[in-house]
């Protein structure tokens, strides 16, 4: 627990140290370009995470020891294939958007994609978070303060995404070499069971997903140039939260997955979908009233938000949240995942044409309202699943 509790914590020092620096010293310029460019290198990371993320803990926690190594070691080579295929798109994205700072943008992809060769998910797994603290919190947070240093000593900007850059591939090679067995390996092999359509379904789900919760950004910068500071600030502290909270699912994937007895993962997806909803509406409630001033401090003053901003942004980072907490903890446990890939298409296919029309009509607000109108249907959806899966195992055991 205390892993869990340290993870948020070293990535969220990262942001409060930086973004106030960025902001005051390279202005308005400076830091949209730094979160447009994060903004499209996370939904690169999204695609070329495949599935593990949401499928991996529990495929790991349940494997013999050997095997688990020889699935990260397949799921780092088919996702190093999907994210050298991906980035080309992400920077003709990049340049088509045209940001302030090109460079600036181009590299902070890169860093920020670079993190879907993340071993997050099998560290879960394995039931051993705390190589996250030194192989991903403490670089991370090392990078970050010497990017900070080099910035107050008069640095240009663009040595920020380079070093977060380093940093992520500091973070693939040694998990390579560390975790994975190295060039070698332990003499296993890995074979996917599910079959090729199951897998590109799997796949074309979660890039989807990607689509509507990080490409937001350069949707609103081409539709409504002048809505985009705003959207852009609230947006950016939305991820940097749920960013944060991330570890909870994760953690909570393992726990719920980890017996065989199927009564007793049903129990734990009970209790785990219990205790979620109140964690849920208090942070609802913390992030509608203290929105304005986290933007105003975070962006050192050059952008300012409203409270009916803040609300949907709160909205938006809480169904995120859920619609995350309840596939790991619910779906996948259950073996309902390949429903909650349908509620992805489904998100998406609702919450991109709500985005456009949102931002056309209303800006920044329409855009949030857009985006809370898929996450609600999304947990909505799951909700029903999960509801259904344990009435169904509770008749069976009568």
Known sequence: MFVFALMPVLSTLSNLVLLPTISSTFGQAGW????LGQGIGAAVSVVCSLQ??????????????????????????SRLVALVACLPFAVALIVIVDPPELLVCVLSCLATAAIGMSPMWYAVGIGRPSILIWLEGIPRLVGNLLSFGLILGGALLWTYPAVMLAVSVFTAVVSWFLLAGGIRGNGQVWRNEQNRRSVSFATLARS???????????????????????????????KVVISG???????????????????????????????????????????????PTLVHLLFAGTVEVSLSTSALLAGVVCMAFLAQFLFLTGLAPTGHATAGYRYLVIGFAVGLPSLVVGTLLWGANGAFLGVLTAGALLVGLSLWRIRTAIRQVSVAAA
């Not at 949209?32 to 979160?35: I, R």
């Not at 500071?229 to 502290?237: E, N, Q």
């Not at 209790?271 to 509608?288: D, H």
Request: charged fraction near 15%; hydrophobic fraction near 55%; charge should be positive.
């Open 245 to 291: 909270l991330s570890i909870v699912p994760q953690g909570a994937a393992g726990w719920a997955a980890e017996p065989h007895d199927e009564s007793v993962r049903i129990r734990r997806v009970r209790l785990a979908r219990a205790w979620i909803m109140p964690v849920a509406l208090l942070l609802f409630v913390f992030l509608t009233f203290a929105t």
């Open 52 to 77: 593990w993320p949401t499928e991996g803990p529990a495929l790991v926690a349940r494997a013999p020891s050997p095997l688990a190594q020889a699935m990260l070691r397949a799921s780092m080579r």
């Open 32 to 35: 949209t370009s730094v979160v």
């Open 208 to 238: 989807l997903d990607a689509g509507y919760n990080f490409i937001l950004g350069p949707v609103v910068a081409l539709l409504a140039p002048a809505a985009y500071p705003v959207f852009g600030a609230c947006d950016r502290l939305g």
